[in-house]
Every structure is written in structure tokens, then in C-alpha cells.
């Protein structure tokens, strides 16, 4: 009798075999728990969800499941025993600032009166602080910065004051009084020019001050 000895990947675990058999070929989802000899088959066993994973049918022990996913990412695909862990990156104007979450988070929206203090990023949220009323405002709910407050000019005067919601309103001052009339009040940054009408005098009446004397 002449004996031989068993290939690579093959084994005969009793003496008086005719043939080695083939080691054992282990499952997507299972991985090798004990390598195979030439005297012991390969032993196989489940990989465990969450940690392990084997994809494929064949010998190798099951493969560590990615680590969590990163902030600025989230999990698009929960590892299973056949597959790893999918990571994807969060969309514009959302963001995940810890790790292992499974969405991201929509940036905060400033409200009116309210504008954008720092930035949103895939890892941060958006920060937003209160306009400074006189300095700038903001209209409408957003995610914008304060809007700066719109300044008269020398010949506009100031309507409407601004506030946090709203920008301060100008209009032109009259560059003069209508025919008949007389300034009774200059322009000034708050208000336009005030006009009164010439009072005419009357058969029987007299005229005791000039047009326009004691007046501005």
C-alpha cells in the first residue's frame, strides 16, 4: 500500500481513506473559525451583525465592519452579516457633527430680525444672532446675514425708522414750495418741508409782515 499525503485544502480525518475531501467552504454572512489541516476539515461560523461581515462564499474569517461614519457623513447602508457598513456624504445645507448618525440635520433657518453669525458646513450647524436695530436688518425668515440699513442722503429725509425686521424708509425732500406757497418749516433728516399757503389780505385788510419774514 502506498500512502500520500492530502493536497492543500484537503484533509481525511480517519486513516484507511481512498480520497481527501475538499474543507468545508464557508457561507456569505460566515466566515472560517478554525483553519482546515490535513487531518481536520475547516470550521465555519456566522459573522456577527454590526461587527463582522463576510460578503462572498469562501474560506477567509469574517471581515471588520467599517467604523462608524464620520461627522460630515451619515449612514446610508446599516452593516449586515453580508455586507460592510455605507457611508455617504450629507447634502448641501445639512450636516452631522457627530459620528455614527443615521441622517444629517438641515442647517438652522435664521428668522426675521435674525441673520446668519457663522456659517453652516457638513460638520457644523448654522449659528444665527439677532440684527442690531439702526445697523441692519433682516425681512424674512433665511440664512443670510443681516442686511445693512439703507442711509438717507442729504437731499432725502428718514419716513420710517428702521427695525430688525424692516430697513429705514427714505423719501426726497421737496426742492420747494408750490406756487402760493411758503416755507413755513426747513427739511430736515426726519422730516420734509412743511409748505403753508400766502394768506392773501382782503378788501379792508392790510399787510403786517412780509412773506416769509419770521418764518424759517
Same mark, same amino acid.
Given at each position: 500500500?502506498?500512502?500520500?499525503?492530502?493536497?492543500?485544502?484537503?484533509? $481525511?480525518?480517519?486513516?484507511?481513506?481512498?480520497?481527501?475531501?475538499?474543507?468545508?467552504?464557508?457561507?456569505?454572512?460566515?466566515?472560517?473559525?478554525?483553519?482546515?489541516?490535513?487531518?481536520?476539515?475547516?470550521?465555519?461560523?456566522?459573522?456577527?451583525?454590526?461587527?463582522?461581515? $463576510?460578503?462572498?462564499?469562501?474560506?477567509?474569517?469574517?471581515?471588520?465592519?467599517?467604523?462608524?461614519?464620520?461627522?460630515?457623513?451619515?449612514?446610508?447602508?446599516?452593516?449586515?452579516?453580508?455586507?460592510?457598513?455605507?457611508?455617504?456624504?450629507?447634502?448641501?445645507?445639512?450636516?452631522?457633527?457627530?459620528?455614527?448618525?443615521?441622517?444629517?440635520?438641515?442647517?438652522?433657518?435664521?428668522?426675521?430680525?435674525?441673520?446668519?453669525?457663522?456659517?453652516?458646513?457638513?460638520?457644523?450647524?448654522?449659528?444665527?444672532?439677532?440684527?442690531?436695530?439702526?445697523?441692519?436688518? $433682516?425681512?424674512?425668515?433665511?440664512?443670510?446675514?443681516?442686511?445693512?440699513?439703507?442711509?438717507?442722503?442729504?437731499?432725502?429725509?428718514?419716513?420710517?425708522?428702521?427695525?430688525?425686521?424692516?430697513?429705514?424708509?427714505?423719501?426726497?425732500?421737496?426742492?420747494?414750495?408750490?406756487?402760493?406757497?411758503?416755507?413755513?418749516?426747513?427739511?430736515?433728516?426726519?422730516?420734509?418741508?412743511?409748505?403753508?399757503?400766502?394768506a392773501v389780505c382782503q378788501a379792508g385788510e392790510y399787510e403786517t409782515a412780509e412773506i416769509g419774514r419770521a418764518h424759517v
Amino acid at each position: 500500500r502506498a500512502c500520500v499525503l492530502c493536497a492543500e485544502g484537503m484533509f $481525511s480525518a480517519v486513516a484507511g481513506q481512498t480520497a481527501c475531501a475538499a474543507w468545508a467552504t464557508c457561507l456569505a454572512g460566515s466566515g472560517q473559525q478554525q483553519s482546515g489541516s490535513s487531518t481536520a476539515d475547516r470550521t465555519c461560523g456566522p459573522c456577527k451583525a454590526g461587527l463582522t461581515y $463576510s460578503a462572498a462564499v469562501g474560506g477567509a474569517m469574517c471581515s471588520p465592519v467599517s467604523p462608524p461614519c464620520s461627522p460630515g457623513k451619515f449612514t446610508a447602508t446599516a452593516a449586515t452579516p453580508t455586507s460592510d457598513r455605507v457611508c455617504a456624504a450629507c447634502a448641501g445645507g445639512t450636516f452631522t457633527a457627530d459620528a455614527g448618525l443615521a441622517a444629517c440635520s438641515a442647517w438652522t433657518t435664521c428668522l426675521a430680525g435674525a441673520g446668519m453669525a457663522s456659517p453652516g458646513s457638513s460638520t457644523a450647524d448654522r449659528h444665527c444672532a439677532a440684527c442690531t436695530v439702526g445697523s441692519n436688518y $433682516s425681512a424674512a425668515n433665511g440664512g443670510g446675514a443681516c442686511t445693512p440699513v439703507t442711509t438717507c442722503s442729504a437731499t432725502e429725509y428718514e419716513y420710517a425708522a428702521p427695525t430688525g425686521i424692516s430697513d429705514r424708509g427714505c423719501n426726497t425732500h421737496s426742492a420747494s414750495c408750490p406756487t402760493g406757497h411758503f416755507t413755513f418749516a426747513a427739511p430736515t433728516g426726519t422730516s420734509d418741508r412743511m409748505c403753508h399757503a400766502i394768506a392773501v389780505c382782503q378788501a379792508g385788510e392790510y399787510e403786517t409782515a412780509e412773506i416769509g419774514r419770521a418764518h424759517v
